[in-house]
């Protein structure tokens, strides 16, 4: 069975989950984080800050001391299902979106690159105010994905498929508010990961 969509119509994130197929990319990242917490919790538990520690979430005393790794192995770690749940279903349907429009390898780097960048931001926030909290997930280079989709519209006059750029400054503003409203939100590393997102995506992106 084949399927052909119009050109000047193309299928939304949504469509495309139901009737695929859809972007390899952005599906193993969300399997490799889904992977990493399964094997967690059956090794341990992903809220005990000292196994979380030990897996490689982010500290910055130790970061500083050596463990830059640690920028990079946090972004796959999760203080428990509902704080993975959150971050995988953003990603599915926008990371679905801007892979669609930048190209597996591009948005890969976006994605990555957008979660460092917004650790490094917590990092340099930790460091001003003293604050040493354990820190780990993928909200940073989900942000980043989110702050990429955002140049895309602004690039394309305000709207790609079925989504608009009011829309989503929208909900970027909106989850950080909800983030400065909530304890234990890495706000810094949202932030920082919507920069990065925009940035790369800004140096990435062709039309």
Known sequence: MQRAY????????LERIFQGPLNW???????????????????????????????GAAYTPWILDGEWYRLFTSMFLHFGLEHLLNNMMLLLF????????????????????????????????????????????????????????????????GRIEHMTASRLLFVIVLTIYHGFQSVGIDNAAHIGGVVGGVLLT??????
């Not at 679905?96 to 960048?117: A, H, M, N, P, S």
């Not at 800004?202 to 039309?207: G, I, N, S, T, V």
């Open 202 to 207: 800004a140096l990435l992106y062709r039309r």
């Open 25 to 55: 990319m952005n599906l193993v990242i969300i399997g490799v984080n889904i992977l990493v917490f399964a094997v967690m919790e059956i090794c341990g538990d992903t809220q005990d800050i000292n196994f979380m520690l030990k897996w």
């Open 94 to 157: 926008l990371g679905d979106t801007l892979e669609e429009l930048v190209g597996r390898w591009k948005y890969l780097l976006i994605y990555l690159g957008g979660g460092v960048l917004g650790n490094l931001v917590s990092l340099f926030m930790d460091c001003r105010t003293g604050s040493m909290a354990v820190s780990a997930g993928a909200s940073g280079a989900v942000f980043a994905v989110i702050g990429g989709v955002f140049v895309i519209l602004l690039l394309n006059r």
């Open 6 to 13: 119009d050109e000047n119509n193309p299928p939304d994130a």
